[in-house]
């Protein structure tokens, strides 16, 4: 979807439920209790670590990592295609292998790539849509998780498979896990698109209530910019 197709279409349904919101209304208890199924990661102390997670329009995904105590960064962009097809015009068409999504940056002294899943799962989006996300559709819009090592796999493949056998959601969890090849950052304009535009239709009907859930949900996560 272009983005002037996006801001038309959100200008006449700013009322609507947006992309994530059906995820948000889920037991979010449920979803915490879950985390520890992912064992131990061996995680350092010191340093940093990256994250990368598609889940719809990334506009709304940034905003809700860059607002996560112990993320210390977050960037727009494509994954899951070449360098010649990144870029929003040809990724919007649908025709490319691209996902928007998000390359985290985080502290793992002060947050686990569990919590990073956990928010992931229960705020950023609903993981049962197929190619779509609220009013965006196409594969583009698809859930994935780009791991960067065998142990990230390993949480991730853990945690869906917990939230499957629980039944928390009444679909199947249809997030893809595949090898981080590449990941593309996206134009400057869509850069911290929330902060930027906060009024923006689209964002106050499909990105805000996002942040609001995250608020609620992990208040102990939650920055409170």
Known sequence: MSLFTKLALTASLLLAVGCGIAASSTNTADLKALAPVVGPMAEPAKGTQTAVF????FWGVEAVFENVKGVTDVKSGYSGGDAKSANYD??????TTHAEAVIVTFDPAKITYAQLLSVFFSVVHDPTEVNRQGPDTGPQYRSAIFYTD???KKAAEAYIEAINKSKVFDKPVATQLVPLVKFHNAEEYHQNYLVRNPTQP?????DLPKLAALKEKFPELYKGK
């Open 90 to 95: 040809e990724v919007s068409s649908g025709d």
């Open 54 to 57: 598609a889940g719809g329009c």
């Open 202 to 206: 689209y964002i106050v009907a499909h």
């Open 150 to 152: 065998a142990a990230q």
